[in-house]
């Protein structure tokens, strides 16, 4: 179909009784104020999209939809950053094509897109392979990633040239990623081809640290450090760490939590090392969210807020 689709998807919602899962790069929040309307608070409810920065100051997508899901029960909202496909289910049913969760995606505008969706059931094993697939390579947004890109969004100090593509980029974290180069502070120097002031190995770590992150380029450091800080929220490793954080903890501690981590994963490194250089990226990027006494010749370490 590519008529009345947005009045088609909220007749669907409405007659939804067990699972709405919607899946779209872009959601405005006037879209999903819609369809939560038609909503049961009985079902469960899964969203996933992407928040990339540019985006969002360009307008085509709100992260404001955390508002409206934060307190709904049953509720989940996760970020996928390479996410393009178009996907809702009602129950067994499904709905794949090209529109976005917009009103110029759904027909609400009266300037609209010339949009297709298509109606299959899922049975198809290939559709529940998909949505497996996609949640295990999503993350979940929670109150402390939503205020982590509301602060990038109010205090990036770009002004973007919407009509050039070439000034957009996809904001994507490697989840394998653990920072391993000693001094954060060396990072903005790589990105901005400062690499005379490196060492060698201050050069080799920082060029394998920005391949496995990929920001727009010509941040001014001030957004470079904004774009760090939010890609340290969204790292496993950061939020593995946040989540024993509920005290302070003594170096001992920390070596402990992240040897247990990489023991998880399957990875080698040294954990007394690895958690050094990762108390100095928190404290440099995340100076507002972390902090560290010395006590008894022991660093304490603990969080500052949640």
Request: with cysteine; proline share 3%; net charge negative.
């Amino acid at each position: 179909m590519y008529q009345d689709l947005g009045n088609n998807i909220l007749s669907r919602t409405d007659n939804t009784k067990i699972e709405l899962v919607l899946v779209a790069p872009f959601i405005k929040q006037s879209v999903l104020s819609q369809i939560l309307d038609k909503t049961s608070e009985n079902i469960d409810l899964i969203i996933v999209t992407r928040w990339i920065p540019e985006e969002i100051l360009g307008g085509v997508s709100d992260i404001e939809i955390w508002n409206l899901i934060n307190d709904r029960e049953r509720s989940q909202l996760f970020l996928c950053q390479y996410l393009h496909a178009k996907y809702y289910r009602f129950d067994d049913l499904c709905l794949l094509g090209s529109a976005n969760l917009t009103n110029r995606g759904l027909g609400f505008n009266k300037q609209s897109n010339l949009e297709l969706l298509i109606c299959c059931s899922f049975t198809d094993k290939s559709l529940q392979d998909f949505e497996e697939n996609l949640i295990s390579q999503s993350f979940l947004v929670t109150q402390d990633i939503y205020e982590a890109y509301k602060n990038l969004i109010e205090n990036i100090d770009i002004k973007l040239e919407l009509n050039s593509p070439s000034n957009f980029s996809i904001f994507e974290v490697n989840p394998n990623w653990i920072p391993l180069l000693r001094n954060p502070q060396e990072l903005y120097l790589a990105y901005s081809d400062q690499w005379e002031r490196l060492t060698t190995t201050g050069k080799e770590l920082a060029k394998q640290e920005l391949e496995y992150l990929s920001f727009t380029q010509g941040l001014s450091e001030k957004n470079f450090n904004l774009y760090i800080a939010l890609a340290l929220k969204q790292t496993p490793i950061i939020q593995y760490i946040d989540k024993h954080l509920n005290k302070p903890r003594r170096f001992g501690e920390m070596k402990n939590i992240i040897d247990h981590f990489l023991t998880e994963i399957n990875l080698s490194l040294d954990s007394s090392h690895t958690w050094q250089t990762l108390m100095r990226w928190l404290l440099y990027f995340l100076p507002d969210c972390y902090s560290y006494k010395v006590f008894n010749y022991s660093e304490v370490f603990y969080r500052c807020k949640k």
